[in-house]
């Protein structure tokens, strides 16, 4: 089961593409095509980080950092392997790839050396 349970924006389960794009500096602002007052935005949930070796992430965080580091859970539904890093406020979120098909090893195949995936801010929704 995942830890993630809560509504994030940029986050894969709940949002599949949020349109957000810069213009043709990074001094431009950023144009999101969505009212202000539709997003309540909260604290950072997390960053997932897409690693090509579990057990080598798992055991950085874990036996060089000194981090809490959970089991590793299988999400067959999104075709991932997770594990989460606590960080006091907030986790990373490593993400390894459950089979060929899944979206991680297609973002393993362009980043061999993994990176980051996406990030999760909590948010409210109106109903």
């Known amino acids: 089961m995942s830890l993630c349970k809560i509504p994030c924006l940029f986050h894969k389960k709940i949002h599949s593409h949020l349109a957000l794009r810069r213009a043709h500096s990074t001094s431009a602002p950023l144009h999101q095509g969505i009212p202000g007052s539709l997003w309540k935005l909260g604290k950072l949930n997390h960053i997932a980080i ?37 960080l006091g406020n907030t986790k990373l979120e490593l993400l390894h790839p459950l089979g060929d098909k899944s979206p991680i090893s297609g973002f393993l195949q362009k980043n061999k050396a993994g990176g980051m995936h996406h990030i999760c801010i909590e948010v409210s929704t109106r109903k």
């Open 50 to 86: 897409a690693v090509p070796d579990m057990d080598k992430a798992t055991a950085l965080y874990r036996d060089v950092l000194g981090a809490t580091v959970s089991e590793k859970v299988p999400l067959p539904e999104h075709g991932v392997y997770t594990v989460f890093v606590e």
